[in-house]
């Protein structure tokens, strides 16, 4: 009855403010420990709803009226999954395949976990010789999808000051001219990127201008200085070098897809050599027992043919 009676002002205190409940849960907490009581809201079958499970389950600062909406629909939602739990394991005639089943999922979670934390502490830092070695490799293989420019691209407002410079500096695209614009034409600009000592996708550029390019080949290779207007904005690009689409990627944009291709490689030789090292542990010690099949060589083993008994036989 006493130990009601606890519940019982827990719960008003729920009602009344989560900032108390913190404070005399946490009290009410060190008591039942020290008592070994605990307070139980609800039960079915072997499982049981505490006052704890609910609230650490509603956060601090809610209102008054929200505090007890959310108290009552946690409680329901646990009573509901509790009931049709029972109701289902009891109406299922297959019980033992589903628990198979779960047993199954949570070895699988737990295996899936262990091998990607393995992996991650085996991976290694790709070298650049590794990737130069990579590219000489398979140079003719990697190939543009798309066209990749150098050059210039900046969006800036139709009536911004010295637009007719930043046209010229754009186009003119010299060491000079590029200091000019960085210097004095910038002043409001909206979009800005000089890309003159790397390559760049030519669809991440073209997606910041609102263009339509038919054949984006055809316009890198015939076009050096473009301009257009939309919506209040002018938009200069100037290309001073493009590869077309079909040409061998070259070695600077291949560069970060070689890092991956080698890391992705590098992860699946660390999880093969990690289940090699473990089969070979488990049949070391004995807890894995090769009768018919060699797990670590990956293949049949060949039982050698039973000799036949040799002996002589003597007449007397």
């Known amino acids: 009855m006493q130990l009601e009676m606890k519940c019982l002002r827990l719960i008003l205190v729920i009602i009344s403010g989560l900032s108390l409940l913190a404070a005399v849960s946490c009290r009410e907490t060190d008591t039942r420990k020290q008592n070994g009581e605990e307070c139980h809201l609800l039960s079915i079958g072997d499982s049981?709803?505490?006052l704890a499970d609910v609230v650490r389950?509603?956060?601090e600062g809610l209102a008054e009226t929200d505090s007890a909406a959310l108290f009552a629909s946690i409680v329901d939602s646990w009573i509901q999954d509790m009931l049709l739990t029972?109701?289902?394991a009891e109406a299922l005639p297959d019980m033992e395949r589903i628990e198979?089943?779960?047993d199954d999922y949570r070895n699988r979670l737990i295996m899936m976990e262990y091998r990607k934390r393995m992996k991650e502490d085996s991976r290694k830092e790709i070298r650049e010789a590794d990737i130069k070695e990579y590219y000489e490799a398979h140079v003719d293989d990697m190939r543009l999808e798309h066209p990749v420019?150098?050059?210039i691209y900046i969006k800036v407002p139709t009536n911004a000051e010295r637009i007719e410079n930043v046209r010229q500096w754009v186009f003119s695209a010299s060491k000079q001219s590029i200091d000019k614009l960085e210097k004095y034409g910038l002043k409001g600009a909206m979009q800005y990127d000089w890309f003159g000592d790397r390559w760049v996708d030519w669809e991440i550029v073209a997606d910041q201008i609102p263009y339509r390019f038919y054949d984006a080949d055809a316009f890198v290779e015939s076009t050096v200085n473009f301009e257009t207007e939309y919506n209040g904005s002018t938009y200069f690009l100037h290309i001073s070098e493009y590869l077309k689409s079909g040409d061998v990627m070259p070695y600077s944009f291949a560069l970060e897809q070689i890092?991956?291709?080698l890391s992705d490689?590098?992860?699946k030789d660390a999880d093969h050599q990690l289940l090699k090292d473990l089969f070979k542990d488990a049949v070391k010690s004995g807890k894995l027992k090769s009768i018919a099949y060699d797990p670590v060589k990956r293949r049949m083993i060949l039982q050698a043919p039973a000799k036949k008994a040799s002996g002589k036989t003597t007449q007397d």
Do not use: D, W
């Open 259 to 261: 890092r991956e291709i």
């Open 86 to 88: 029972k109701i289902a």
């Open 149 to 151: 420019i150098k050059g």
């Open 57 to 59: 389950r509603i956060p």
């Open 48 to 50: 049981t709803l505490t």
């Open 265 to 267: 490689k590098s992860k």
């Open 100 to 102: 198979r089943m779960v």
